[in-house]
Nanobody, 125 residues
Framework: QVQVVESGGGLVQAGGSLRLSCAASGRAFSPYAMGWFRKAPGKEREFVAAISWSGGSVYYADSVKGRFTISRENAKNTVYLHMTSLKPVDTAVYYC??????????????????WGQGTQVTVSS
């Protein structure tokens, strides 16, 4: 079992930045791929970004490419989502997820095995 806990959400003005953190505990998470998803009111949970266990492969939704950066520090069992140039449409609950090997995929919620409770990000115009 892996437990993941997100932090770093909050209220920010449009154009601002936030860094989300996801701390994993339980089993060592370095073999796990990690992903970030978000869910806005009235919408489906959607893929935001993912990173392989080595950090050598990263994936982004088109809507955040060039603005968001995913990274990880395996020594700290932590993955980050650095968000810049935030827009009101980025307002959502952001979830961190862990996928145990073998990798099934990167962008579908069903690819992931463990989920955090989420952290709210609100971008005001």
């Amino acid at each position: 079992q892996v437990q993941v806990v997100e932090s770093g959400g909050g209220l920010v003005q449009a154009g601002g930045s936030l860094r989300l953190s996801c701390a994993a505990s339980g089993r060592a998470f370095s073999p796990y791929a990690m992903g970030w998803f978000r869910k806005a009111p009235g919408k489906e949970r959607e893929f935001v970004a993912a990173i392989s266990w080595s950090g050598g492969s990263v994936y982004y939704a088109d809507s955040v490419k060039g603005r968001f950066t995913i990274s990880r520090e395996n020594a700290k069992n932590t993955v980050y989502l650095h968000m810049t140039s935030l827009k009101p449409v980025d307002t959502a609950v952001y979830y961190c997820a862990a996928e145990k090997p073998p990798i099934k995929g990167w962008t579908r919620p069903s690819d992931y095995d463990y989920w955090g409770q989420g952290t709210q990000v609100t971008v005001s115009s």
